[in-house]
C-alpha cells in the first residue's frame, strides 16, 4: 500500500514536469482499417514479444496503462486475470504494456500473479505509433484490437479499469474473434 501511495506520487509529479517542460509532439491517430504498428517488446515473462509472431494466426488485444504499481492500473491488471478464463476461450493473445522498464513490470506482474505478459516500452517508441502517449509521458489507458490481417479492429479510449477484462471479452464477441473449442 505504502509503495502504490509513493509510486503513485511520484508519477503525478512526473507528470506535472513532462506536461509543463515538454515540447509538443504530432499525435498518430490510428482508426479501425488502419495496419497495427508493429511491436516487439519485453514482457514480464521474460521473453520478447512481436506483433509479427501473431499475424496470420490469431487476434492481439494490447491493453495501454499508464504506471505499474498505481491503483487504476493495479485493478485493470487484476480484472484481465480474473477474466483470464473467459478471455482464453477466443483465438486471441493479449497483453498489458506501458513505458514502465522490463524488471518494474516483472515485479509489477508476480505482485499480481498475472496470467499473461506486461510489456515494456520503456522508451516509448511504440506507445507514440499507437498514439497512446500524453503529455505527461505516460500512456493513455487505451486499448487496441488487432486482427488476425494485423489491421486494428477497434480501439477502446473509454476504458473502466476495474471492469476491463470483461469488457474486453464483450468487445472480441461482437467483433466476431473466433471462439475456441
Known amino acids: 500500500m505504502l509503495r502504490r501511495l509513493r509510486v503513485t506520487a511520484a508519477a503525478i509529479a512526473t507528470g506535472i514536469a ?3 517542460l515538454t515540447r509538443r509532439e504530432a499525435s498518430v491517430q490510428l482508426v479501425p482499417g488502419d495496419r497495427a ?3 516487439e517488446l519485453k514482457g514480464s ?3 520478447l514479444h512481436r506483433l509479427a509472431d501473431h499475424v496470420g494466426r490469431s487476434a492481439v488485444v494490447l491493453a495501454w496503462f499508464p504506471k505499474a504499481f498505481t491503483g ?3 485493478a485493470e491488471c487484476r480484472s484481465l486475470t480474473s477474466s483470464g478464463d473467459v478471455l482464453r476461450r ?3 493473445k493479449y497483453f498489458a504494456a506501458s513505458v514502465d522498464d522490463p524488471d518494474t513490470n516483472t515485479e509489477f506482474a508476480a505482485s499480481l500473479g498475472v496470467d499473461y505478459p506486461i510489456l515494456s516500452d520503456p522508451d516509448g517508441t511504440v506507445a507514440r505509433a499507437y498514439g497512446v502517449m500524453a503529455a505527461s509521458g505516460f500512456p493513455h489507458r487505451w486499448t487496441f484490437f488487432i486482427g488476425v490481417d494485423g ?3 477497434a480501439i477502446d479510449t473509454q476504458v473502466s479499469a476495474a471492469s476491463h477484462g470483461t469488457a ?3 468487445r472480441l464477441r461482437a467483433l466476431g474473434v473466433r471462439e475456441r473449442l
Do not use: M, S, W
Open 151 to 153: 489491421r486494428v479492429l
Open 45 to 47: 515473462d521474460g521473453r
Open 18 to 20: 513532462r506536461t509543463l
Open 72 to 74: 487504476g492500473c493495479t
Open 37 to 39: 504498428p508493429a511491436f
Open 168 to 170: 474486453i471479452a464483450d
Open 90 to 92: 477466443f483465438d486471441v
